[in-house]
């Protein structure tokens, strides 16, 4: 469903992408790991069509999205949901306003037939009688879980998870890792996460990609991923300070 191909992408000359190849299977789990300020999320941003590569080609069924106008790209992002890592809620509407921001600006349906949609889609994530309530008044991981039935209310072909477990505890993570997982084998989308949370990644990957200094280095089922040579992935992995990985930063947008 989604493949990059030779993509570069510099900021103020900081090269970030440096020929980045990766296909992404369809109905499957794929988490792109790899440390912060690696690129991960500029990663992200080329497959939504949020960033355009300064050269290479991002393809979505087979149709490159760099060469879209914009009313093609968006009808193209109605296939996409995303998970914020902050959850990006609307401070100002409540969560069922939240939920529905979606459906209100993308499709002609009635009130009655949005209520109902984003009824359903509050359970699916485990949240009920929360719709009145505000963003302000939720824990961390209930937020998540709003960001996510957000993201799902157009049921998406592709969800997108931006760092999902960042700034949680380890029992809240492992609930979002759970839903993730639960959320896939629901709809049978195509989920792709950005993380370097290693627990998290091995929990719930079909495949793997790794990340550094601009390429794709590593990439497969998590087994083959694990047992890989290639030091920097080990070095990650391990969590070492020591080895390939310099402490320095490319920039992360």
Do not use: W
């Amino acid at each position: 469903m989604i493949r990059l191909v030779d993509v570069h992408k510099s900021f103020n000359g900081q090269k970030v992408l440096d020929g980045l190849d990766l296909e992404i299977e369809t109905g499957k789990i794929t988490v792109i790991i790899g440390r912060s300020g690696g690129g991960k999320s500029v990663l992200l941003k080329h497959i939504i069509g949020l960033i355009r590569p300064d050269r290479g080609e991002v393809l979505v069924d087979g149709v490159d999205i760099t060469r879209l106008n914009d009313r093609r790209l968006n009808d193209i992002r109605k296939n996409f949901g995303m998970l914020f890592q902050d959850a990006a809620l609307f401070d100002s509407m409540t969560v069922g306003e939240n939920v529905a921001f979606p459906l209100n600006e993308h499709t002609r349906l009635k009130r009655r037939q949005i209520d109902e949609i984003v009824r359903q889609k509050l359970v699916q994530v485990g949240l009920r009688d929360v719709a009145h309530k505000m963003p302000s008044e939720l824990s961390g991981g209930m937020r998540k879980r709003v960001g996510l039935a957000r993201a799902m209310a157009l049921d998406p072909k592709v969800i997108l998870f931006d760092e999902p477990t960042t700034g949680l505890d380890p029992i809240t993570a492992d609930a979002i890792d759970r839903l993730i997982v639960d959320t896939q084998k629901h709809t049978k989308a195509t989920c792709v996460a950005i993380s370097h949370d290693i627990e998290s990644t091995f929990k719930i990957a079909d495949a793997v990609a790794m990340i550094y200094h601009g390429k794709i280095i590593v990439s497969g089922t998590p087994d083959a991923v694990k047992a890989s040579e290639v030091p920097a992935l080990q070095q990650f992995i391990q969590r070492k300070a020591e080895g390939p990985i310099m402490n320095h930063h490319v920039l992360d947008m």
